[in-house]
Nanobody
């Protein structure tokens, strides 16, 4: 599975961004998918995960109620809608795929940078 994330950028606090992850290779529907992020000097963390069919999702406590993960398997695409962004959301965001729903991190795309600043 090859993954490519896009949609990052600079946004003011309180603003919104939508990240996209385009997948190619094996059938996307076989894999759970996720978004990880890593800020400078901090550990990488799982932000959100979504099951193979999209029926189950999970979020880090820090983003619950603000971020929404979704996927469109026929279009081989996954999304992360990020609302009410905060400076602490600043990080490189990575889309991932794997067989373990709790840690879908077998395959990684390149990161897309999100900067939340006024």
């Amino acid at each position: 599975v090859q993954l490519q994330a896009s949609g990052g950028g600079l946004v003011q606090p309180g603003g919104s961004l939508r990240l996209s992850c385009a997948a190619s290779g094996s059938a996307l529907g076989f894999y759970n998918m996720g978004w990880y992020r890593q800020a400078p000097g901090k550990q990488r963390e799982l932000v959100a995960a979504i099951s193979t069919g999209g029926g189950s999702t999970r979020y880090a406590d820090s983003v619950k109620g603000r971020f929404t993960i979704s996927r469109d398997n026929p279009k081989y695409t996954m999304y992360l809608q990020m609302n009410n962004l905060k400076p602490e959301d600043t990080a490189d965001y990575y889309c991932t795929a794997g067989t373990d729903y709790s840690r879908p991190n077998t395959y990684w795309g390149q990161g897309t940078q999100v900067t939340v600043s006024s």
